[in-house]
């Protein structure tokens, strides 16, 4: 069985911030930022600080869009399809005037 594949956010509570990721394994993604939250070792230095100052339940994390297999069994590189995805979210967000930790 293949894991699901999309974009993941984790967004603050108390502010028009989130930070973004696009992955071929949604789970085990969502699984790993929280640990990295929990551990002080997330990559985004901004995103730790601000969960470390206001606490796990200042932030949500979701899946905002998944993305389907191909049909065609011989594809087997997502990653291109993963960085539009990523793109067009980043694109949406922005409208809605939502900004990014820095990673």
């Not at 796990?56 to 065609?72: H, N």
Request: charged residues 30%; hydrophobic residues 30%.
């Amino acid at each position: 069985m293949k894991p699901d594949m999309g974009i993941l956010i984790i967004r603050s509570r108390f502010g028009d911030k989130c930070y973004i990721e696009a992955t071929r394994d949604l789970k085990g993604t969502i699984n790993r930022n929280r640990f990295q939250l929990g551990a002080g070792s997330h990559p985004s230095q901004e995103l730790q600080t601000e969960w470390k100052e206001h606490g796990a339940g200042c932030f949500t994390i979701e899946v905002i869009d998944t993305l389907e297999y191909d049909k065609d069994q011989s594809k087997t590189n997502y990653s291109e399809d993963l960085a539009l995805l990523q793109m067009i979210w980043e694109e949406k967000l922005v409208k809605e005037n939502m900004e990014f930790y820095k990673g």
